[in-house]
């Protein structure tokens, strides 16, 4: 008779780690920032130019734990350059980096940049989310092959695999398709040294979710089979599971937090996206 195989003690902690978290001053970035501080990660935080944003980051974590160490860095993803001096401020911070998450994105739906063409979008879209995440993923990626146990996050979209009508839905499936193919991509390249994976969410409440019309409203608690938007922080634990060493026989996924798709959910809205 085969022996009873002992319980193997996961441990979902994260003491002793470092976590880059890019496009961390608000939303989404923020909420894995929080997290990953709650678990007792150190940060190195990344915002392009909001500073209120980023400290106001920087002392939640602290506030939920005073034992971490907080790094912030201010660089502007659409400039190669600026993602070459992330890198290295990045890894120089504390000594070196055992998870990274690309969550920077630009914002093109709200602010300035919403006036802009389909074209001036799709190329901030392409330049600031794929080029930057493959880049620097690539970069740091590499120097966290000696970091035992280290692990990346990219973040893709839950409808990029089956498509979405409209401008935004063909810009992004562009741009958060070619992550989560990258992240595949990566893993391999990196294996066995480093764990790459891709959180794909679906509708979560953001700003602009906040500020929706009653259409958008509708549409996210219809197409999800739980009935209600997702918030930043389901992505949070998604991403600190991840990161965590419970997730080591977990590489080269892309995980959907969407609260299971509805695909029969959808009755497309006559005329243009607004």
């Known amino acids: 008779m085969q022996t009873p195989r002992e319980p193997v003690p996961y441990e979902f902690g994260l003491s002793g780690k470092v976590a880059a978290v890019t496009g961390a001053a608000s939303g989404i970035g923020r909420a894995i920032a929080l997290q990953l501080a709650s678990q007792g990660a150190s940060l190195i935080l990344h915002t392009r130019s909001n500073d209120h944003g980023l400290r106001e980051t ?31 401020k990045a890894w120089e911070a504390q000594g ?9 994105g630009v914002d093109v739906l709200t602010g300035a940049n919403a006036s802009l063409s389909f074209e001036e979008k799709l190329e901030l879209v392409y330049r600031i989310d794929v080029v930057s995440t493959v880049r620097i993923a690539r970069t740091l990626g590499q120097q966290m092959r000696t970091r035992p146990g280290s692990a990346i996050i990219n973040i893709g979209w839950d ?80 991403v600190a599971y991840l990161a965590s060493p419970a997730a080591r026989f977990i590489n080269g996924q892309v995980l959907p937090v969407n609260g299971g798709f509805n695909h029969g959910g959808h009755s497309p809205r006559p005329g243009k996206e607004s």
């Open 96 to 104: 070196g980096v055992d998870i990274l998450v690309n969550n920077a």
């Open 58 to 88: 920087a002392n939640l974590a602290q506030s939920l734990n005073d034992r971490i160490e907080v790094s912030l860095i201010f660089e502007d993803f659409a400039d190669p350059n600026h993602q070459d001096r992330f890198c290295q």
């Open 159 to 238: 409808q990029a695999d089956h498509g979405m009508e409209g401008d935004s839905g063909e810009m992004f499936a562009v741009s958060k398709g070619a992550i989560m193919a990258f992240s595949k991509s990566l893993a391999k390249s990196l294996a066995p040294d480093v764990r790459v994976n891709c959180v794909a969410p679906g509708w979560i409440q953001t700003a602009w979710g906040e500020n929706s019309s009653e259409y958008w409203q509708s549409r996210a608690q219809r197409e999800s089979l739980v009935g209600t938007w997702g918030l930043p922080e389901d992505i949070a634990a998604a």
